[in-house]
């Protein structure tokens, strides 16, 4: 015989209402966290730490109440861990690097610092409480991963490789590279037949890359601390602002009538130094650990770290230059950080025109990419280049631009428009 399923619950749905403006601060932790942070959080310096309050302690505002849902609660919680920030623990961070440097130097490390050209953004994808994320330390500073780290060098080599190799597939490339097994395995005979294929100096590089960044099966030798911040860094609050927002979610057709949606994010505001370290595991090799660490700086200026790199976040510029061009009086404005030092400009007889297509520029770094439309090759180019004054090429805008070979490089030195 069934029996019958107690009725010990009310089947009524309260009353949908307002959320009290004077009701009492709710957390989106368990009640006993809750209740502790409220007796001792605000009296000490915990909270003091603004990744603890990403994490664990923003406030809710309001954004779960659905039907009287506040459009500015979540920037009002956003803009509270920003104005916490300035107030973070400046000793525990001195600290911090000091035990970073120890840690580093014990690995043999070469350590330097880089400095965010413009805005920096650090685990945008995490889970989170506002559902945008972010990558805060437990001291509640931000922090850029070792795994990142790596994978940013990783990247930089492999489109050395590519380029060197006069090959276009990076993903194809890479499986090669990862080819590893025991000696006779099939695996292992796939790549020694491969890697005997190449051009000497190209299997010296092959060689390289694996010996740093290790295979399926041999970790590489090559050791990528997290970067850290060496001062205390400022946040700033950013904004994504979808015009289409039903259309995105399948609704419907984009139209000029829907409202958009802003997407707050926190974003690490520019000029902000962080600190790498590439150490070595094993027997010293001074010769691949100075190259895992030209590969790392070089993915760092030309391919940026962290989200929306296409949109121009997340790139970096040398301190020890940036420090040197600050240092100048106010009459002599240095331009932004480019891609390759300015360089003289030749006499305009001497200089072969060719023609290209622009791929993107950023006005805001004063820097972008063309691609010949002849030979399909890609190259950087700076804002200096551009002969007329002021002018923002376009993407796909059709440009003339002429080259100067320097120290071995050519280097784009004149761009202007067809």
């Not at 090669?176 to 025991?182: A, H, S, T, V």
Request: proline share 7%.
């Amino acid at each position: 015989m069934r029996q019958q399923r107690p009725q010990n619950r009310s089947t009524q749905r309260p009353p949908d209402r307002a959320p009290d403006a004077q009701s009492e601060v709710r957390y989106p932790i368990p009640a006993a966290s809750a209740q502790a942070w409220k007796t001792i959080g605000c009296q000490k310096r915990v909270s003091l730490n603004p990744g603890l309050i990403f994490d664990r302690f923003v406030q809710d505002w309001g954004w779960r109440e659905q039907r009287f849902q506040d459009k500015e609660a979540k920037k009002k919680a956003w803009q509270e861990i920003v104005d916490i920030a300035p107030r973070a623990d400046a000793d525990l961070l001195a600290a911090w690097n000091g035990r970073w440097q120890a840690v580093t130097g014990v690995a043999n490390a070469i350590t330097f610092s880089l400095k965010t050209e413009w805005r920096f953004i650090a685990g945008l994808g995490r889970k989170g409480p506002l559902e945008v994320g972010f990558t805060f330390h437990r001291y509640g500073f931000p922090i850029l991963p070792g795994s990142s780290v790596k994978g940013v060098a990783r990247a930089w080599a492999l489109i050395q490789i590519v380029e060197k190799m006069g090959q276009t597939d990076l993903k194809a490339l890479d499986e090669k590279l990862g080819l590893d097994g025991e000696k006779g395995s099939r695996e292992r005979k796939e790549y020694e037949t491969w890697r005997d294929s190449l051009p000497e100096d190209t299997r010296r590089w092959v060689e390289d890359f694996r010996a740093i960044f290790g295979t399926t099966s041999v970790a590489g030798r090559a050791v990528f601390f997290d970067a850290i911040p060496a001062r205390k860094p400022t946040l700033e609050l950013d904004i994504m602002n979808p015009h289409y927002p039903k259309y995105y979610s399948g609704e419907e057709f984009p139209t000029d009538w829907q409202s958009p949606v802003p997407v707050y994010f926190l974003t690490v505001a520019p000029n902000t130094e962080f600190r790498f370290a590439v150490g070595w595991r094993g027997t010293p090799n001074q010769d691949l650990q100075a190259k895992a660490r030209e590969w790392l700086t070089k993915g760092l200026l030309e391919l940026g770290a962290g989200a929306k790199t296409s949109a121009g976040y997340g790139y970096f510029t040398d301190s020890t230059l940036h420090e040197s061009r600050t240092s100048k009086t106010v009459t002599e404005a240095a331009p932004s950080v480019a891609v390759a030092p300015p360089t003289p400009q030749p006499p305009v007889a001497a200089l072969e025109w060719r023609t290209g297509i622009v791929r993107e520029y950023h006005p805001d770094r004063g820097r972008g990419r063309l691609v010949n439309t002849e030979t399909n090759e890609e190259l950087p180019f700076h804002r200096d280049a551009i002969e007329e004054k002021g002018w923002s090429p376009g993407r796909k805008t059709r440009v003339q631009y002429a080259m100067q070979e320097q120290e071995g490089r050519k280097l784009v030195v004149k761009v202007k428009c067809v």
